[in-house]
């Protein structure tokens, strides 16, 4: 057994054992305080620091949140409110397509190399593999609303191991993948060929739709594109669960105008939000997982294009001169896209606000995405659309190259999911 598929068995396998704690564990922790200086007599005599008051304030709202943990879940949730598709949907990626991933792996794994059997199981493995990152989906819902909740002054959030666990989970699944090294590949077909040839004759449409993706994702991040709100009549009712009644009827009047949550931000603004919040052992922790969240949603898709654009012109030269120098290198860019693939997660990013909204609207609060998401929608399908022309291009030239067709891993026509 190759060492890369023996480090790849080891990440596995921690990928898999981490899926328990992010689906048991708490995944988000949030309080809502009011601080009712000049209202109460000094001193503080009607504000005693018990469980729903501390020096900061009166705690009038408090929310812990698991995936199908004890307690409060987000699964539960989905049921109890009519969204059970979303709690199916979360399942279906959080939870059977990594089985299901890791059952085919070990299936290619146990089987005999280089026969029939062993060749199938590794094209339905690497089919599958791209699938994993989607178990993110709650991990970017998760953390969207925690930035989004950090914009307020009077709230107080934090990412817990639910949530780090969720993202080491895709993190180490993705790497465990693009270490095993594929030995199949694919014909090139008709219709691919014949794209791919009309493709290499207008290759500045490359960094044209190269320039719009990145104009896209940029106009995606920096407007200010989600909106939260919590009512003074959602606050109320809240605050009748934790806050005693005596200290409720002297506040009351004015938690309307001091605890009302009314926001609105830009993706970049939640995190940053998250990556400079309290500084304790677990928010390092959630901290780097929103960055390696970060890293893939922005920098992954981002070398796709860039190493995808540079792979067609050297291809088209390699075409032009023949030179087995330049086609070594499409060869090895086509490499590096399938590794960076792996990681490239913008589009779960986009599906996983959309789901946030959607968790996170209910009876106790409101969120809601504005035309501007549709600019980060419009950056996912041009990501797709180059991808897919950049893959024709090099797979035409490389399946018209005799002889170094077959050392690209897969010279067909792909997404990057």
């Keep these: ?57 009166i705690t009038v709202m408090h929310v812990t949140r698991s995936l199908w943990g004890p307690g409060a879940s987000i699964v539960g949730w989905c049921f109890h409110n009519d969204k059970g598709y979303i709690a199916y949907s979360l399942l279906l990626f959080g939870l059977v397509f990594p089985i299901i991933k890791a059952i085919i792996f070990h299936i290619w794994l146990l089987s005999g190399a280089d026969s029939s059997f062993s ?13 994993s990152r989607w178990a993110a989906v709650d991990a970017c819902a998760e953390s969207l609303f925690a930035g989004i909740l950090m914009q307020s002054p009077i709230t107080q959030v934090e990412l817990l191991e639910g949530y780090a666990c969720f993202v080491v989970y895709c993190i180490f699944s993705a790497t465990a993948f693009a270490l095993v090294s594929p030995n199949t590949q694919q014909p090139t077909k008709p219709m691919q060929s014949e794209l791919g040839r009309g493709l290499s004759r207008v290759p500045h449409l490359f960094i044209v739709t190269m320039i719009a993706f990145v104009a896209l994702l940029g106009l995606g991040f920096y407007l200010p594109s989600v909106h939260f709100e919590i009512t003074e009549m959602q606050v109320m009712h809240e605050a009748e669960k934790v806050v005693p009644k005596y200290l409720l009827n002297i ?27 309290d500084a304790t052992y677990l928010a390092y922790l959630t901290q780097y997982c929103t960055a390696l969240l ?44 399938n590794i960076v693939q792996q990681f490239a997660m913008i589009d779960v990013m986009t599906v996983g606000a959309k789901v946030g ?44 190259t005799p002889g170094e067709e077959t050392k690209l891993v897969d010279h067909t026509v792909r997404l990057p999911f």
Excluded at 264 to 276: F, G, K, N, R
Excluded at 294 to 310: W, Y
Aim: proline share 4%.
């Design 357 to 400: 909204t959607k968790l996170i609207s209910g009876p106790t609060y409101e969120c809601d995405w504005n035309n501007y998401c549709l600019y980060i929608m419009a950056a996912v399908v041009v990501w797709y659309g180059h991808s897919m022309m950049c893959s024709a291009v090099t797979a035409t030239v490389l399946s018209s």
């Design 119 to 131: 060749r199938r199981a590794e094209k339905f493995m690497h089919t599958w593999s791209s699938l």
């Design 1 to 57: 057994m190759k060492l890369r598929t023996c480090a790849a068995c080891v990440l596995l396998w921690i990928a898999l054992a981490l899926l328990y704690p992010a689906f048991r564990g708490t995944v988000i922790n949030f309080k809502v305080t009011y601080n009712p200086t000049g209202i109460l007599p000094a001193g503080g005599e009607l504000n005693p620091l018990n469980s729903t008051s501390s020096p900061a304030g």
């Design 294 to 337: 970060f890293l893939c949603v922005v920098i992954a898709p981002s070398a796709d294009v860039l190493l995808g654009t540079i792979g067609v012109f050297v291809a088209i030269r390699s075409k032009g001169e023949k030179d087995a120098t330049s086609i070594t290198s499409v060869i090895q860019i086509e490499s590096a896209r």
């Design 251 to 277: 506040i009351g009047k004015d938690i309307g105008e001091h605890v009302k949550v009314d926001v609105t931000a830009s993706l970049w603004e939640c995190l940053l939000s998250v990556l400079q919040s």
